[in-house]
């Protein structure tokens, strides 16, 4: 049960005086939807007023407060702005601009020879000075815009005065709340208590401190809830898996090229988890190309020979029939029996299928979510693979885990290289491994960045290269064109592209059907297309060695984890492949360093922990925190900085048996519910 000293901030917005059912609707835009989350909008910047008697020159392009004598106004015409002429205490002359105002309106609100405090930004329009819809008070109200505000996250309908008002009425309900940070560190940081530090990161004092203890709590707050799970994973007696080698030695002899040591070095990490009761929770990483399938099928075979079920579960349908192709082929003549299940599979076939998985007559299960929901059952399920973990979070995992009779062996695997921080920040509950080598014979990709202008050329290579028995994809970053005219596009494209190469060019994109989809890739892995042209839906899981070009249009507007991993769809045989990035003609900074570095590198690592200081961490992993809610205030700087130090901290709350108690372990209680990481929240009820 929450604790009652937090439930003033779970209280809907539509409790908040003044707040009707349309501001309610508006605040939810930006998902306020309970004093909690108006309490953690913090804002982005100050405006900084000057309060002043006289206006001079040195003011222009500064927000200032002044009191001012109306002497006249000019409507100018139905189409021209109302002009309101004033004066300062000193002569000085100032313009008061207003956009669909009356006559009236301005008699009404700015009385000619009356004084009224004006709020604005001071600017020169030709030989005057004026102030553009300013805010309008008289001399002796109190204050209306501050001279420092805050300034907020907005939506339409909802001003800035107004969001301000509506979070202060939210920290009016935040209570003090006990202390759950190690004394040592706020002493070391010199940060204000929780409450202290909420209220001086909306007035944004302190130089960031408050921010920073802030973003720490959270912190603090997700590491506690992954120390709860991986304590309730290993405390949970498991199976252990202890393989024979007669289906893992045979599958290794028959491979026409041998394992890097990388490979066996992992693969020996895993099945020694396996031999364990405890049950295993390791993140494998390795870059693209590098081998993680065959890692995760000789661990499968190995919870097969010890008479359990394994399950691979994959992210998409495509990559699900992907890996079930890449699967079979491997193991041909070995006695394994591989089904596959997608949320497509209906009737008798999939009626049939989940009898036989029940019954233990499947050994390996691949498929999409589809494989843990309600009406699938298994015999004995042992592993548990995920591939592109940063898709799944720690429910859906616990989700698929508990289909098992005794808690599972887990696999997380990842193709997009994480950097240490954000490793620990997402999965600091698993060992981590990485397959940090290529396989043998592997071509580094070459990578060169052309400018749209040379289009022409860039379609006369490709031409060239399609002659040559070549396959090739180009890659947009739109299914269809704007209004603008954007032709970075992959319909638009693959129109042009059909009408110079004809019919050996295929479209695939999110917004097809899925069979649609997989035809297309069928024809393209077959050889019977040339080029494909498409979306980032081929990002992962699109294994055509003989496709040894990659031309990705507007490069720029891609992250540099998508680049990698688009141009990890070529070099996957022996000859030598190239990736094409072309550039539209204005780039900012940031697109610069990112092709710059993709030209540079292919290393998975140096690019990710790039991507994470030029985007951040969410746009990374791409999904919400560990399935949780999303991080609001670390940010990848904090996260870099404290995630390690928030680690130790919370390793201390935890008492011998992995408990909270004592008074820093009961305020840690009120932390895990105020961050919902309800990861952490679910185990601490269960006990």
């Known amino acids: 049960m929450r604790p009652a000293i937090l439930n003033p901030l779970f209280t809907e917005t539509a409790a908040l005086k003044g707040v009707g059912a349309a501001l309610v609707r508006q605040l939810a835009r930006l998902k306020l939807n309970r004093a909690l989350d108006l309490v953690f909008h913090l804002p982005v910047m100050a405006i900084d007023r000057v309060q002043v008697d006289q206006i001079d020159e040195s003011l222009v392009g500064r927000p200032i407060v002044v009191v001012l004598t109306i002497v006249r106004h000019d409507s100018g015409g139905p189409r021209s702005p109302l002009r309101a002429r004033a004066v300062d205490s000193g002569g000085q002359w100032v313009d008061l601009v207003f956009f669909g105002q009356s006559g009236a309106w301005a008699r009404s609100k700015l009385p000619i020879q009356q004084q009224r405090r004006i709020t604005g930004k001071l600017d020169r329009y030709g030989q005057s000075l004026q102030i553009?819809?300013?805010?309008i008070a008289l001399p002796g109200e109190p204050m209306g815009p501050m001279l420092r505000e805050p300034v907020y996250p907005l939506t339409e309908g909802v001003s800035n005065r107004r969001m301000g008002q509506i979070i202060g009425m939210a920290l009016e309900r935040a209570p003090e709340l006990p202390e759950w940070i190690e004394p040592s560190v706020l002493e070391r940081h010199q940060w204000l208590p929780w409450r202290?530090?909420?209220?001086?990161?909306?007035?944004?004092?302190?130089e960031g401190k408050a921010n920073d203890r802030l973003a720490y709590d959270e912190l603090l707050a997700n590491q506690l809830a992954l120390l709860l799970v991986r304590r309730d994973t290993r405390m949970r007696r498991g199976r252990a898996l202890a393989g024979d080698g007669r289906l893992t030695a045979p599958l290794i002899a028959s491979l026409p090229w041998t394992m890097t040591g990388a490979q066996a070095r992992v693969l020996a990490e895993i099945t020694g988890d396996m031999a364990q009761s405890s049950p295993m929770l390791r993140l494998v990483q390795g870059d693209v190309g590098s081998g993680k399938t065959l890692v995760a099928l000789l661990a499968m075979l190995t919870a097969v020979e010890a008479g359990a079920q394994a399950a691979f579960l994959a992210p998409t349908e495509i990559l699900a029939r992907q890996h079930y192709a890449t699967i079979t082929k491997l193991l041909g003549a070995l006695p394994v029996r591989v089904a596959i299940l997608t949320g497509r599979d209906k009737g008798k076939v999939r009626a049939d299928l989940l009898d036989d998985l029940a019954m233990g007559r499947i050994d390996i299960l691949i498929g999409t979510h589809a494989i843990f929901q309600d009406a699938v059952d298994y015999d004995d399920l042992g592993l548990v693979v995920?591939?592109?973990?940063?898709?799944?979070?720690?429910?859906?995992?616990?989700?698929?885990?508990?289909?098992?009779?005794?808690?599972?062996?887990?696999?997380?695997?990842?193709?997009?290289?994480?950097?240490?921080?954000?490793?620990?920040?997402?999965?600091?509950?698993?060992?981590g491994s990485q397959i940090d080598e290529l396989p043998p014979g592997r071509q580094p990709i070459e990578t060169r960045v052309t400018a749209v202008e040379r289009m022409d050329e860039v379609v006369e290579a490709l031409g060239r290269h399609l002659a040559g028995g070549g396959q090739a994809y180009?890659?947009?970053?739109?299914?269809?064109?704007?209004?603008?005219?954007?032709e970075a596009a992959a319909e638009l494209r693959a129109t042009m592209l059909k009408a110079r190469f004809g019919g050996g060019v295929g479209l695939v994109h999110g917004r097809m059907k899925p069979a649609e989809k997989d035809a297309v890739m069928a024809s393209f892995s077959a050889g019977k297309l040339g080029l494909l042209v498409a979306t980032t839906v081929i990002e992962v899981g699109v294994d055509v060695p003989n496709a040894t070009l990659m031309i990705i249009e507007a490069a720029e507007r891609f992250g540099l984890a998508q680049l990698h991993q688009l141009r990890g769809r070529v070099g996957r045989g022996p000859g030598r492949s190239v990736c094409l990035l072309l550039r539209g003609p204005d780039l900012s900074e940031t697109a610069k360093a990112r092709l710059k570095l993709m030209r540079e590198t292919n290393d998975g690592f140096r690019i990710a922990e790039e991507d994470l200081r030029l985007r951040g961490a969410g746009e990374i992993l791409g999904v919400r925190q560990s399935g949780e809610a999303a991080f609001r205030l670390a940010d990848p700087e904090r996260t870099a900085k404290f995630v390690g130090m928030a680690r130790d901290d919370a390793r201390l709350l935890l008492d011998r048996d992995g408990g909270l108690d004592g008074a820093r372990g009961q305020a840690a209680r009120v932390l895990l519910y105020l961050f919902e990481r309800d990861a952490g929240v679910a185990l601490l009820r269960s006990g």
């Open 132 to 135: 553009s819809h300013p805010e």
């Open 196 to 206: 202290g530090a909420l209220a001086a990161a909306h007035d944004l004092q302190g």
């Open 474 to 486: 180009w890659v947009c970053p739109l299914v269809e064109g704007t209004e603008t005219g954007d």
């Open 386 to 431: 995920v591939d592109e973990q940063h898709r799944f979070g720690v429910a859906q995992r616990l989700l698929l885990a508990a289909k098992a009779k005794v808690p599972p062996h887990l696999i997380a695997m990842t193709a997009t290289p994480i950097p240490r921080s954000l490793a620990l920040t997402n999965y600091g509950e698993m060992d």
